[in-house]
């Protein structure tokens, strides 16, 4: 039994999914500290406290809890602020461990920011640290016009400490060792790749008349879905532009087609930038003519994101970089042909032609052309759904605790030697 302290100060793995900043990483934390749980490790997973009506710690499932942290005030906070408080983040949980008498054998921490708190409390504690990165600064830096978080120096620093200082780094897949090796320098032997997994019982095929008739959508309709938060780095704007181009040269598909855009806040209360987001989507899609043929949900819990998976004949990834892509493999678990961009992790995931297609990000002509194709080829559509299902079976939390499981053995086997 290996006592984990798990570090997502920006991700709780309680939270409302599919908002701003809150997606794969939130869910990543809570399959894997629940699936962990239920083998008897205890795990803690510490997060900053967000929401005012959340109690200070919850359970998770069995040996598992959320323990939230005060570290300034409650509520939505860009990045860089939650990094302004993580000195008072780190003294807080201290002192919460050293109230309850609790001591463990192993941190895990996930993002920079959980980086920088490990970094304090591995010396402190005696004990090693485990890194998963989900996104890295460099990466995202070479894909986007500009640092909208204005983040990108320290965190770029934060990153290139955690990647020497720690004693495992988790990576979801082979393209993300090679950015950890050729632009941080990373020790190969230190560099695991655990690629992410999917809960089989919730993403699961059913008939899509079934799933249709469920979400009161029309039997007849093409439907292109896409998932997530709603950023630039998810490519929805180049989405909306295939479309545009796909109806301008197809003008008899406007009558068929429909794009539902799941994720987001839509009530500016909730959040006044990503509403200005949508905002900004919306005059692309009054641009394009193409109010009739485009749906913004909002976010949506995942048992009835499993329905939309199920109803739609493509699940569109478009992001222009992507260190897994869960949403691509909740679609293929659900049996939904994906077209994705060929990013990171989505093209080690998704094998083109076989169980989806991939696409140059940012292309919004190759984009339209792919979404055509499966749209209009009924028996593409069912060789892709099928691989996509065969490809999800191999992916699952249960298959990423087993090899979490055997890092952390490997790591504390090892930490006696280590200096730590
Ligand atoms: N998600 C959700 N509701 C939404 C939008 C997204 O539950 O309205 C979940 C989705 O099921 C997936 C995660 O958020 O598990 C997004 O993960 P992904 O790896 O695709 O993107 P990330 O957020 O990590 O960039």
């Known amino acids: 039994m290996t006592r984990v302290a798990m570090l997502s100060v920006h991700a709780c793995p309680l939270a409302h999914l599919g908002g701003r900043d809150s997606g794969g990483m939130n869910v990543y934390v809570r399959e894997l500290a629940r699936e962990l749980g239920r083998r008897g490790h205890e795990v803690d997973v510490f997060t900053r406290w967000r929401e005012k009506d959340d109690p200070r710690i919850q359970p998770l499932g069995p040996n598992a809890r959320v323990v939230h942290i005060p570290s300034g005030p409650m509520g939505y906070w860009p990045k860089m602020d939650v990094y302004e408080h993580l000195d008072e983040f780190t003294e807080r949980l ?35 640290r485990v890194q998963m990165f989900h996104t890295l600064g460099m990466v995202k830096r ?14 770029v620093a934060i990153e290139r400490r955690a990647v020497r200082e720690s004693a495992a780094i988790v990576a979801a897949s082979r393209i993300e060792v090679g950015e950890l090796r050729e632009l941080y320098e990373a020790e190969r032997a230190k560099i695991h790749v655990i690629p992410c997994g999917v809960d089989p019982a919730l993403f699961r095929p059913m008939r899509q008349a079934d799933a249709r008739e469920r979400l009161g959508r029309d039997p007849c309709e093409q439907m292109i879905l896409f998932v997530g938060r709603i950023e630039q780095i998810k490519g929805i704007d180049v989405l909306l532009r295939a479309l545009g181009s796909l109806f301008s040269r197809r003008p008899e598909l406007r009558g068929q087609v429909r794009l539902v855009v799941v994720g987001g806040a839509l009530d500016p209360s909730d959040d006044a930038s990503e509403s200005e987001k949508i905002h900004e989507l919306r005059r692309l899609v009054h641009e394009h003519r193409m109010e009739p043929n485009v749906a913004f949900t909002g976010s949506l819990d995942q048992p009835t994101l499993a329905l939309y998976y199920a109803a739609a004949d493509v699940c569109a990834v478009p992001s222009l970089t992507e260190s897994f892509g869960l949403v691509a493999l909740e679609a293929m678990a659900c049996g939904t042909p994906v077209v994705g961009t060929r990013v990171g992790g989505l093209q080690t995931l998704i094998e083109d032609g076989r169980s989806g297609l991939l696409v140059p990000a940012g292309d919004a002509e190759a984009l339209a052309g792919a979404i055509a194709r499966v749209l209009g080829d009924p028996r593409l559509r ?10 999800a079976e191999h992916y699952t939390w249960r298959m990423v605790a087993d090899r979490v499981e055997e890092l952390y053995a490997k790591v ?9």
């Open 94 to 128: 201290i002192g919460h461990v050293d109230t309850e008498g609790k001591a463990y054998d192993l941190l895990h921490s996930h993002y920079w920011l959980s980086a920088e708190v490990a970094r304090t409390l591995a010396p402190r504690w005696g004990v090693p």
């Open 142 to 155: 070479e894909v986007m016009d500009e640092d909208v978080d204005g983040e990108s120096d320290v965190r």
């Open 382 to 391: 069912m060789h892709l759904a099928h691989g996509a299902r065969d490809r």
């Open 412 to 420: 504390l086997t090892a930490a006696p030697a280590m200096e730590i």
